[in-house]
């Protein structure tokens, strides 16, 4: 048996816990105002956080898949979202949204994202 669990996160729903997870783990975050967060994917997703700082100059802050998979885990269990133990995570990007997915059993969950996009 195969079961696939995902939540969906939008930019500004990723990029806040991606910001409050660096904050609370003592990275240096580039000051100024948040422009975005690009989700990159070729090998495994990366993000780059876009900051704008007050000269009007943009820096970048590269994270990598397990960085943004776990301020998204964060993200959840600070709202009491509840979260399958013993599942692995996956993250994919999906219409500029990103997919956090927990797979339970022998499924392979990004496969199985894609195949659930791709029929509905």
Not at 21 to 36: E, H, I, V, W, Y
Not at 59 to 77: D, G, K, N, P, Y
Not at 106 to 116: C, G, N, T, W
């Amino acid at each position: 048996m195969k079961e696939l669990r995902t939540i969906i996160f939008d930019e500004t729903e990723a990029a806040a816990a991606i910001v409050t997870f660096c904050r609370k783990n003592k990275r240096s975050l580039p000051s100024g105002t948040l422009k975005g967060l690009t989700i990159r994917e070729a090998e495994g997703v990366t993000g780059v956080l876009s900051v704008t700082d007050d000269y009007g100059v943009v820096h970048e802050m590269l994270l990598t898949q397990e960085e943004i998979a776990a301020a998204l885990v964060a993200h959840c269990m600070t709202r009491s979202i509840p979260l399958p133990k013993d599942a692995s995570k996956v993250i994919t990007a999906v219409d500029n949204q990103i997919v956090l997915a927990f797979e339970i059993g022998h499924a392979d969950a990004k496969k199985m994202v894609r195949a659930s996009r791709m029929r509905g």
